[in-house]
């Protein structure tokens, strides 16, 4: 199985990945940022100097999903219930 290692050139390594991954074109470069509470690191821009990251946000869980459906759902019976004239 290949093996892609980053390391720098006092042979420090930084990180290894197995599997599927992309080998770094030309050189590496590397930001030191402070990820924002909620947000995943999506890429980085390189069309601009100098570099940014660009985040996302985090994806919901399934029970956060779950949770958030039911919340709809509950509203959608009250909205139900009010038209019907009947209590939930």
């Known amino acids: 199985m290949n093996t892609l290692i980053i390391y720098d050139n006092k042979g420090n390594v930084y990180l290894t990945m197995s599997g599927t991954y ?45 949770k958030k459906r039911i919340e709809e759902q509950d509203a959608a019976l009250v909205e139900l219930a009010s038209l019907v004239g009947g209590t939930v």
Request: charged share 20%; glycine share 6%.
């Open 22 to 66: 992309l080998v770094p074109q030309g050189g590496v470069q590397y930001l030191e940022v402070e990820i924002p509470e909620g947000k995943i690191l999506k890429n980085i821009d390189v069309t601009v100097n100098p570099n940014v990251p660009i985040y996302e946000d985090i994806p919901l869980t399934e029970i956060e999903v779950l």
